[in-house]
T-cell receptor, first 120, second 110 residues
Framework: GAVVSQHPSWVICKSGTSVKIECRSLDFQATTMFWYRQFPKQSLMLMATSNEGSKATYEQGVEKDKFLINHASLTLSTLTVTSAHPEDSSFYIC????????????????FGAGSRLTVL | DAKTTQPPSMDCAEGRAANLPCNHSTISGNEYVYWYRQIHSQGPQYIIHGLKNNETNEMASLIITEDRKSSTLILPHATLRDTAVYYCIVRRSNDYKLSFGAGTTVTVRA
């Protein structure tokens, strides 16, 4: 089945530094990937839609200059948290749609295992 | 997308069937019902989806009422590994985005 890999699975950084998280579709090509953020004991919140070869589409309230998204190839999207601060500490999860999974019209999304960011 | 309502939590016994309800009274004719689950500290996992017919796969069964205003996810023989938050989501087939509500926290007890 479809597999989405995220790296790193966890990262600790100092306040003010930037952190890059990678999301790869391992056995399929994904023109569209999604980035979510999840705080403890809360549900997932969609941050942005990553489109291969074009600019990402950010959800309302998400700072595009702080959360830089690059989707340079059909199998890789990256999320860079710039000038991270403790309030950016969260669980970041990406997902991608595999057109070959599920019946026609299924639009099933495959999720990565997530990346836990802790900013000191 | 139509809004869904799920109970915040439920317990079930290991080996028994777990029936998870979801209300989606404002669902439109072209909207599907999807179920995902998230085991602690992992990414969500797709379980099953349906439009109006009942569906079954190796993980679960999905029962959708005739008026499509509610559905039930059935885990036929719950195991401890089925402990997770289960999300019922309604969306159009051509809408790639998934919006997650609070879901139902299911705890399977030995």
């Amino acid at each position: 089945g479809a597999v989405v890999s995220q790296h790193p699975s966890w990262v600790i950084c100092k306040s003010g530094t930037s952190v890059k998280i990678e999301c790869r579709s391992l056995d399929f090509q994904a023109t569209t990937m999604f980035w979510y953020r999840q705080f403890p004991k809360q549900s997932l919140m969609l941050m942005a839609t990553s489109n291969e070869g074009s600019k990402a589409t950010y959800e309302q309230g998400v700072e595009k200059d702080k959360f830089l998204i690059n989707h340079a190839s059909l199998t890789l999207s990256t999320l860079t948290v710039t000038s991270a601060h403790p309030e950016d500490s969260s669980f970041y999860i990406c997902s991608a749609r595999d057109p070959g999974q599920g019946a026609l019209g299924a639009n099933v999304l495959t999720f990565g295992a997530g990346s836990r960011l802790t900013v000191l | 997308d139509a809004k869904t309502t799920q109970p915040p939590s439920m317990d079930c016994a290991e080996g028994r069937a777990a029936n998870l309800p979801c209300n989606h009274s404002t669902i439109s004719g072209n909207e599907y019902v999807y179920w995902y689950r998230q085991i602690h500290s992992q990414g969500p996992q797709y379980i099953i989806h349906g439009l109006k017919n009942n569906e079954t796969n190796e993980m679960a069964s999905l029962i959708i009422t005739e008026d499509r205003k509610s559905s039930t996810l059935i885990l036929p023989h719950a195991t401890l590994r089925d402990t997770a938050v289960y999300y019922c989501i309604v969306r159009r087939s051509n809408d790639y985005k998934l919006s997650f509500g609070a879901g139902t926290t299911v705890t399977v007890r030995a």
